[in-house]
């Protein structure tokens, strides 16, 4: 994946005519904050699919789905599951398993989540594979990356096309740069704290559609145990919290609020008659 971000190089023009204090430019700044104000008012549901897609479609150019349909029915039956406990059923979930050694998962607007098969090679039950999912569909219930995409440098090119290029439904170039600017979001990670949120919001989601929650504590510690100079965590490692802090603070939240959902089915008989050797 590491092949997958296109770096864009984003310039604003300043009008001649907007007063200068200094180095701060008022008028400039005032039009930023109402823009940002619009975009966060307007972004239909549509408009964050289409965007999604495009951004689901970037991912897939760097590592294509993998090869084997049983796998991806069952990933799929797994994440639609659990999306439907969730306040958005509604949208067109899809989950895919890229093929691809490095250990990571991703989320993009509109309800796409993707798992590398380096990541699911790491994985010892469903319950584990549930958790990883429920803390990516987290992140697009959040709204986690459009807000990151509405915030710095790119809160302009956001509001502007948020409610003009995409309602064109592709064909606009400016489109496209958004697109290439919701990827780069992938080189960089979100902000820890919404990573955070998401490790809570996925345990409480996971327990909900009937699993162990603690599949993904689960996950981080046998991530946690890998040597950390592995090439395929790199990605990971650069764009995520560190392990120990995560676990950390789902232990604290999770302890005891969760505990009566410990004895919930991990289903490891199950996954692994998917996945035993498939992967």
């Not at 096309?161 to 780069?184: F, Q, Y």
Request: glycine share 8%; aromatic share 6%.
């Amino acid at each position: 994946m590491r092949t997958l971000i296109v770096m864009m190089a984003l310039s604003l023009t300043v009008p001649a005519q907007a007063f200068d204090f200094g180095n701060f430019d008022l008028e400039k700044a005032v039009k930023t904050v109402q823009k940002i104000k619009k975009a966060n008012e307007d972004v239909s549901e549509p408009q964050e699919i289409e965007l999604g897609g495009g951004i689901a479609s970037n991912l897939l150019g760097a590592a294509p789905l993998l090869d084997n349909p049983e796998v991806q029915r069952y990933v799929n039956r797994v994440g639609r599951w659990i999306a439907l406990q969730t306040e958005r059923p509604d949208i067109p979930w899809q989950f895919g398993v890229l093929d691809d050694p490095d250990i990571n998962a991703f989320a993009a607007p509109g309800g796409y989540v993707f798992i590398t098969k380096g990541l699911l090679a790491r994985m010892n039950s469903e319950a584990e594979l549930a958790g990883v999912l429920a803390h990516e569909i987290s992140h697009v219930l959040r709204k986690h990356h459009l807000l990151a995409l509405k915030k710095g440098a790119k809160a302009e090119l956001f509001s502007d096309l948020a409610n003009d290029a995409i309602k064109t439904h592709g064909g606009d170039p400016r489109l496209s740069k958004l697109v290439s600017a919701g990827t780069e979001i992938y080189a960089r990670g979100l902000d820890k704290q919404d990573e955070f949120e998401s490790d809570r919001m996925g345990v409480v989601l996971a327990a909900r559609a009937g699993y162990d929650p603690y599949g993904l504590p689960a996950v981080l510690q046998t991530l946690q145990s890998i040597n950390p100079s592995d090439s395929n965590l790199a990605l990971m490692f650069k764009t995520h919290p560190a392990f120990d802090k995560r676990l950390a603070l789902l232990a604290d939240e999770m302890t005891p609020a969760l505990d009566a959902y410990e004895g919930q089915p991990d289903l490891d008989a199950r996954f692994a008659a998917v996945l035993g050797a498939k992967r």
